[in-house]
């Protein structure tokens, strides 16, 4: 048999700061005899401030290179417009503002092959730029559960950051990312469609990329507006809204008494009471039609 072939996935937005290593870390990806891989790569800025760059990487890149430009700033269909450059029977997924080691598409593929699931995700761990403030660490706000390789998944714990797929799941859904998910929340409904369809998903720990966590991520303001977002964000894609909008009203008149308490705990307890009382605000808010918080700074 043939190896299989994983197209790498990326989307980015301004960042060709950090973008330049990212291409480079991803060409050098451990060889194997099981997989060959190539990338497709779309700059989703209406400036097309990446094009320059990723144009010059294609031309001296070790593994096949694939541009693309979505003028239209919207991630699901910058993630569509990546997947028409799609040429293999496996798709991966990772984010402009992640790294992964060298044996990151090699831990994946081992994992979708041993585990015969439609999709392998692997854990982000955060990288600081800067030492941020101590109630962040302590808090533990940009951690992500990790869970023993092999583990299946439920779709509500699946995200693009760092996910290894079977194409042939992808190609009967059209669109595969549905573009009415414009900032976020696109991810986790492709799942939430996936698994309404039989398909399970596995979790490798030996998969892992970094993220970079630069300063202004490492705010009170930013922490909010995440929420705020992720609130809106988790309506859109719920099952069932109804539900999902009363169990938030009952909640957040329960938050909103336990934060001044919660002060008296420490910064990093008033903040995950306060990030809590936000996914539900969000909620709410966008149940009755409003946005306060319409896109995520980068």
Not at 65 to 74: D, K, Q
Not at 198 to 204: A, K, L, N
Request: glycine residues 6%.
């Amino acid at each position: 048999m043939p190896p299989d072939h994983i197209t790498v996935c990326l989307c980015t937005c301004r960042r060709t700061d950090r973008l330049a290593g990212l291409l480079s870390d991803l060409a050098r990806q451990e060889r194997s005899s099981r997989f060959t891989h190539s990338l497709s790569v779309v700059d989703n800025d209406p400036a097309a401030s990446a094009a320059e760059l990723i144009a010059a990487f294609a031309r001296t890149s070790p593994v096949p290179v694939r541009a693309g430009w979505e003028p239209v700033p919207n991630i699901a269909r910058a993630r569509n417009r990546s997947l028409e450059g799609a040429s293999g029977n496996l798709v991966a997924f990772i984010d402009d503002d992640e790294s992964p080691a060298t044996d990151w598409l090699r831990q994946l593929h081992a994992a979708l092959v041993r585990d015969g699931t439609a999709a392998v995700l692997g854990p982000v761990r955060p990288r600081y730029a800067t030492p941020p403030p101590a109630w962040v660490l302590r808090g533990g706000f940009w951690e992500r559960d990790e869970l023993p390789t092999g583990t299946r998944l439920p779709w509500t714990r699946c995200r693009t950051g760092n996910v290894l797929l079977r194409q042939p799941v992808l190609d009967v859904l059209r669109p595969v990312f549905d573009e009415r998910l414009s900032t976020g929340g696109e991810d986790v409904d492709l799942f939430r469609r996936l698994a309404s369809a039989g398909h399970e998903f596995s979790w490798c720990t030996e998969a892992a990329v970094t993220e970079e966590v630069p300063p202004h991520r490492c705010t009170r303001r930013y922490l909010m507006r995440r929420a705020l977002l992720r609130g809106r964000d988790s309506l859109r894609v719920a099952p069932a809204p109804f539900r999902a909008t009363a169990s938030s009203a009952a909640a957040l008149p329960l938050y909103t008494l336990l934060l001044p308490p919660a002060l008296l705990c420490g910064q990093p307890t008033f903040m995950r009471l306060a990030i809590r009382l936000g996914d539900h605000a969000g909620r709410l808010l966008a149940a009755a039609g409003l946005e306060p918080v319409r896109t995520r700074n980068p």
